[in-house]
């Protein structure tokens, strides 16, 4: 049997979009209380009846986000033009090396708009 383990963390950051259209509101410097969902797809153990310990996720995660919490995201190489779609994509690459099974990370810039990323 397969699962796929789902876990939240939270991250506070700002950034400007440049390539957004003249006049449009994320042209100008702004913040979100992003929510990133990590997702890891794997057998699940008959010993343990675990896919991943959500502890094992978290310690690949909480140090990629650290780098990025409380800080301008355009500053951050990789990251020049940080739209969610951006984000998430980033977010995955750094991730993946980390977390063999994972499948997507999913990123939250409001309680209404999420990209989902599947390392496409």
């Known amino acids: 049997m397969d699962a796929e383990v789902i876990k939240t963390f939270r991250l506070e950051a700002a950034h ?3 390539q957004a259209p003249d006049g449009h509101k994320c042209r100008q410097m702004h913040g979100h209380s992003y929510r990133v969902d990590v997702h890891v797809v ?3 153990d008959d010993r343990s009846g675990w896919a991943i310990d959500f502890g094992e996720i978290a310690r690949a995660v909480d140090p990629i986000l650290a780098e990025l919490d409380h800080h301008l995201l355009n500053e951050v ?6 739209t969610s ?3 998430a994509r980033y977010l ?3 991730i993946a ?4 099974g994972l499948s997507a990370v999913t990123v939250w ?8 990323y599947r390392g496409v």
Do not use: Q, Y
Request: net charge negative.
């Open 85 to 87: 779609e951006h984000l």
């Open 77 to 82: 190489p990789g990251l020049d033009n940080p």
């Open 109 to 116: 810039e409001s309680v209404t708009s999420r990209v989902i």
């Open 97 to 100: 090396p980390l977390l063999p």
């Open 16 to 18: 400007l979009l440049p």
């Open 92 to 94: 995955f690459h750094r």
């Open 42 to 44: 794997g057998p699940v």
